[in-house]
C-alpha cells in the first residue's frame, strides 16, 4: 500500500513538474540584478516632457538557478522626470529618466534603477548617453562652453537603444 501511494506520488510530481505547476513558490530576483533593456520608443528632448511614461522592453531573459524569472520582451518602464532643451554657451539639452519596474514572469512588478554596477557597465559597452545620479539616467550631458552665440544640441535616442538596469528592493 505504502509502494503504491508512493509511486502514485511520483507520478503526479513527475507529471505536474512538467508543466510548471510546481515552481519553487518563491523564487526571489537578487537586489542587484542586472536586467538588459531596450528602448521602445524614440526619446527627444524636441517632443518628450516631464511626466511622461517611457516604455523599454527586456532584451535577453533573466534566469536564477536555471528558472526564468523575468522573460524576454518583458515590459520595463521608466518616467521622465526633467527636459532642458539646449542652452547658450554650448549647454546641451538634457532629458532624466527615473527608472520604475520590469515585470518578471509572474506578473509583479519588480524595482529598478541605474545602479552603480549597471553604469559601470553602460559606460563599458557603450550603451548610455549620460551618467547614472542617484539612479536616474541623464541623457544629454552639458557640452562644452563655446561662447554665447553656440547653442548646444537637443538630445535624441533611437528605438532599440539599449543599456543595462539593476533590480532593488522597494
Known amino acids: 500500500m505504502k509502494s503504491r501511494?508512493?509511486?502514485?506520488?511520483?507520478?503526479?510530481?513527475?507529471?505536474?513538474?512538467?508543466?510548471?505547476?510546481?515552481?519553487?513558490?518563491?523564487?526571489?530576483?537578487?537586489?542587484?540584478?542586472?536586467?538588459?533593456?531596450?528602448?521602445?520608443?524614440?526619446?527627444?528632448?524636441?517632443?518628450?516632457?516631464?511626466?511622461?511614461?517611457?516604455?523599454?522592453?527586456?532584451?535577453?531573459?533573466?534566469?536564477?538557478?536555471?528558472?526564468?524569472?523575468?522573460?524576454?520582451?518583458?515590459?520595463?518602464?521608466?518616467?521622465?522626470?526633467?527636459?532642458?532643451?539646449p542652452g547658450k554657451?554650448?549647454?546641451?539639452?538634457?532629458?532624466?529618466?527615473?527608472?520604475?519596474f520590469v515585470m518578471d514572469k509572474k506578473g509583479k512588478q519588480v524595482s529598478i534603477n541605474l545602479g552603480e554596477e549597471s553604469a559601470k557597465i553602460n559606460k563599458q559597452e557603450g550603451y548610455a548617453i549620460g551618467a547614472s545620479a542617484g539612479g536616474f539616467l541623464l541623457l544629454g550631458p552639458i557640452g562644452l562652453l563655446g561662447g554665447a552665440f553656440v547653442k548646444g544640441k537637443h538630445v535624441e535616442l533611437e528605438k532599440g537603444s539599449k543599456l543595462f538596469v539593476e533590480t532593488v528592493k522597494k
Open 89 to 100: 554657451f554650448g549647454k546641451n539639452a538634457r532629458i532624466k529618466l527615473k527608472f520604475l
Open 5 to 85: 501511494l508512493l509511486k502514485l506520488l511520483m507520478v503526479f510530481v513527475m507529471f505536474f513538474s512538467s508543466f510548471g505547476f510546481l515552481e519553487a513558490a518563491d523564487l526571489r530576483i537578487p537586489e542587484g540584478t542586472l536586467v538588459k533593456i531596450s528602448l521602445e520608443t524614440p526619446l527627444s528632448s524636441k517632443v518628450n516632457k516631464k511626466g511622461e511614461m517611457v516604455k523599454f522592453s527586456v532584451v535577453e531573459p533573466v534566469k536564477i538557478a536555471s528558472k526564468t524569472v523575468i522573460e524576454k520582451g518583458a515590459l520595463a518602464q521608466a518616467q521622465i522626470t526633467e527636459v532642458r532643451g
